[in-house]
């Protein structure tokens, strides 16, 4: 040590005994492990935001692998009842015992995105027509649109049986319930039964109002979200149309949808219409029957001629309008080509 004016200094090199203090390892902190002194509900709330927010199930697995106690409170009631669509979008092709006892755990819990999910898998790729339905009458219950308007195309189709088991009004009444609640196809299939009297009461006005309603929001989902928004179609130009020095508000607010000139890109499919692809689209189908030509849907026919055809060429089949719709705008209505129903005999004496 060396002393200066009465000072000490400590020697450059030679530990002190604060030093040392510093150096040596806290007792205190490698006593606690705050994580877990963490409350579970504060862990539960983070889990429950990561299963309503998660891109896909590698995100949530990936999470509950990441600790003990993540992993089990990961399968919490209130967490599974919280899982959105995507948390549990299995692909087809990954498809096993434990995927379905996931689903079922999830429904179990309240959820009702795995109760429609789950219900179309088991009616659709399973032929558990019972099952299938009562699961999507779950989630319908709980005001769930999509399970609605499948109920309503059930209805309507007569899927799961005969013909002569369509209900044509209670398909209007569930599809006006999905309607409601602002789902699009059914908004557009109501317009259409109201438009051809198809299980309601006959009313041209309202029906087309409901077709308009539904492109409009149709329109505005697709902006909002801020995919390409507008691909122009062949019948009228985007640009020349929104530039028009004469354009009427009125008319271009009507006519600035898709069932007025304009191709839109439709809205990602639901991961239970993802998987109905996915799944027929490995698997071989009976070739009495058909799936439905919008590629974004997935269902099959569950009886021979279940699904209209297109009136026009009569080779694509369709479970609905909504479907219908879609695929006319995806690109059929450049390959439509009319039947020739009858020869034409034509040798020159008439």
Not at 47 to 64: K, N, Y
Not at 112 to 124: D, H, P
Not at 269 to 282: C, E, M, Q
């Amino acid at each position: 040590m060396k002393t200066r004016r009465g000072n000490v200094y400590p020697v450059v090199g030679a530990p002190t005994t604060s030093r040392r203090k510093r150096l040596k390892p806290s007792t205190s902190s490698a006593r606690y492990d705050f994580f877990n002194m963490l409350p579970d509900d504060i862990v539960l709330s983070v889990l429950v935001r990561l299963a309503s927010t998660a891109d896909g199930p590698a995100d949530f697995v990936a999470a509950l692998m990441t600790c003990k106690r993540f992993n089990g409170l990961g399968v919490n009631s209130l967490v599974l009842a919280k899982a959105s669509a995507e948390t549990f979008a299995v692909k087809a092709e990954n498809w096993s015992a434990g995927a379905h006892r996931f689903l079922q755990r999830c429904s179990d819990a309240g959820n009702v995105e795995a109760s429609y999910t789950l219900g179309m898998v088991q009616f659709y790729c399973f032929q558990n027509t019972k099952t299938g339905a009562a699961l999507m009458a779950k989630a319908a219950i709980r005001s769930h649109a999509p399970a609605l308007y499948s109920l309503a195309i059930i209805q309507f189709n007569g899927s799961g049986g005969s013909k002569s088991v369509k209900d044509l009004n209670c398909g209007v009444i569930l599809c006006a319930r999905a309607a409601f609640l602002g789902h699009i196809d059914a908004l557009r299939e109501l317009g259409h039964c109201l438009k051809d009297g198809y299980g309601i009461a006959k009313n041209t006005t309202g029906g087309q109002r409901f077709l308009i309603e539904a492109s409009a929001r149709e329109l505005s989902a697709i902006c909002s979200n801020r995919s390409p928004e507008l691909v122009s179609g062949e019948r009228l130009s985007l640009h020349a149309f929104l530039l028009g020095a004469n354009a009427n508000p009125a008319i271009t607010c009507s006519q600035l949808i898709s069932d007025f000139g304009f191709s839109l890109q439709p809205p990602e499919s639901h991961p239970a219409n993802r998987f109905l692809a996915g799944w027929f689209g490995i698997r071989s189908l009976d070739p009495a029957l058909r799936v439905c030509s919008y590629g974004g849907c997935g269902r099959p026919e569950t009886r021979v001629h279940e699904f209209r055809r297109c009136s026009v060429c009569g080779v694509m089949s369709y479970c609905s309008r909504g479907c219908q719709a879609r695929d006319w705008r995806m690109g059929h209505i450049r390959n439509c080509v009319p039947t020739v129903r009858f020869l034409n005999n034509n040798d020159g004496g008439s």
